[in-house]
């Protein structure tokens, strides 16, 4: 019976807006696809493959447009946990859930927001939709919390999130600089790598970077001291 599920989920799947519309339904009827018992979940499937075989796409994009609802009504829930499942969910929609955009945006800024909540916005954003306009928010939070040794994950996502929106030189040498500098190791390591990256694009960017890597071949890190060797070999070449 679990491989005829497997199967059904496998169809739907590949059914145009079909996959949205049996997750509503399972959320609906049975509260949670993973509570759900298989011969529930077998007919609940059945019931959208019959309904979409038969040409209801709208119904099955429909399903869509009321399971995002449901999600963004969560991202205020009172349980950090449902909170931070909603989040992931819509970062799962892609595109599709840009209209979660405004709120997680004000999360970000927020800092009456939690720290994890501020650090999973930071992460679905650029996932979701968030543009090139958004990146002086980004922005602020790196300078905002860059002594905060507990807000190194926002940091890291906030860094990430920016190199994902722009490729301008301007915005993303100085924040290679300033992850360099960070007190949590992964923001280092991080700005390693985009050190690396915008060496890749244009070698003159790194004597430019090259002060900021030379203290991290001491690092109290091994990994980091081995990229940042690695960088400094490929600068004297």
């Given amino acids: 019976m679990l491989n005829d599920l497997q199967e059904l989920e496998s169809r739907l799947k590949s059914t145009f807006g079909a996959w949205s519309h049996y997750q509503l339904l399972l959320w609906q009827q049975l509260r949670s696809k993973d509570s759900a018992g298989i011969e ?17 796409w709208i119904w099955a994009l429909g399903g869509r447009h009321m399971l995002l609802g449901e999600i963004q009504t969560k991202l205020n829930d009172s349980d950090p946990h449902v909170r931070q499942d909603a989040v992931i969910a819509l970062a799962g929609f892609g595109l599709h ?6 709120v997680l945006l004000n999360r970000l800024r927020s800092t009456e927001s939690t720290l994890h909540d501020r650090t999973l916005a930071a992460w679905a954003l650029p996932k979701i939709g968030a543009d090139e306009g958004s990146v002086s928010i980004f922005l602020a939070v790196l300078e905002e919390t860059a002594d905060q040794s507990e807000a190194g994950e926002l940091r890291l996502r906030s860094a990430e999130a920016v190199e994902f929106l722009t490729d301008s030189f301007r915005v993303l040498v100085p924040i290679a600089r300033r992850l360099l500098r960070d007190r949590t190791w992964k923001c280092r390591l991080h700005g390693l790598h985009l050190v690396e990256r915008l060496g890749d694009r244009d070698r003159r960017l790194l004597p430019m970077l090259v002060p900021n890597v030379v203290p991290l071949l ?10 940042a060797q690695r960088i400094m070999g490929v600068s004297q070449s």
């Fill in 218 to 227: 001491h690092d109290e890190v091994n990994e980091v001291r081995a990229i």
């Fill in 97 to 102: 859930a840009r209209g979660a955009v405004p």
């Fill in 40 to 56: 529930d979940r077998i007919r609940v499937a059945n019931e959208v493959l019959a309904a979409t075989h038969r040409g209801e």
